[in-house]
């Protein structure tokens, strides 16, 4: 049973140009393929967008595709989810209040998830890998960016979820585990927000053609899959004023596409 209720995307939705403008918005794994697709979105949608990640190089690259859409600059904090610590996480937030003065919204885009293997055969480190990235390291950065996120008029934290009937099942290992883990600190984070500035949403994706999805299924042609577009859009639905109504659910948009 799901700890949280479902919501679909409204029907004819569409992000307009200037949605998002004058919000903040941090998203994790930014060169990932939804947190990519997310970051072009909002940005497109008049956001300033926060890009973090691991490699250097490929932010700066990606920033200048950014650039390239228009409208505010991007700005980049390289944070590796591994390895951060609570100062890390700290400076994150103090770094967006000094430059902004506000946080309006964060998108949990990274995920960790190696193999698909049986749990007797799960490399230890490589568990605690996902819980850390897919589990706690959007736990810290949610808390240091809390006091921001509750200042703001109407902010959003979005955590991104995984088909929960499909990861019960074999070989997900430590991924699955974690996801679960996610959307059940969703459901905490919301039960204690309900009413106030920061409203916390769960998104669930459809399969995607993503890096993530070419591990998982060696014998498909992710090729045939979607880009994560039609999520990146979602993404910008819930960061938007319109996401309202989908505060403390699962957005579920498999079949709206």
Sequence with gaps: MSALPSARLPGDWAPAPGLLAGRVVIVTGATGGLGGESARAIQRAGGTVIITGRKVRALEKFYDELVA???????????????????DYAALAEGVENEFGRLDGIVHAAAHFNELTPIAMHKPDDWLRAM?????APFALTQAC???????????????????????????GGY???????????????????????????????PMRTALRRAAYYGENTLDRPLPTASADAVVYLLSGAGAPARGTVLDIRHTH
């Design 176 to 206: 699955g585990v974690s996801k679960a883990a996610v959307e059940r600190m969703a459901a905490v984070l919301h039960a204690e927000n309900g009413r106030g500035a920061m409203r916390v949403h769960a998104l669930l994706p459809p």
């Design 146 to 172: 809390m006091p921001l996120l509750a200042k703001a008029d109407d902010s959003a934290v979005v955590f991104v979820l995984d088909d929960p009937e499909l990861l019960s099942r074999a070989h997900w």
């Design 132 to 136: 850390q990235v897919n589990v706690s």
């Design 69 to 87: 859409i228009g409208g505010s600059e991007p700005v980049i904090h390289p944070l590796d989810l591994e390895s951060a610590t609570p100062a």
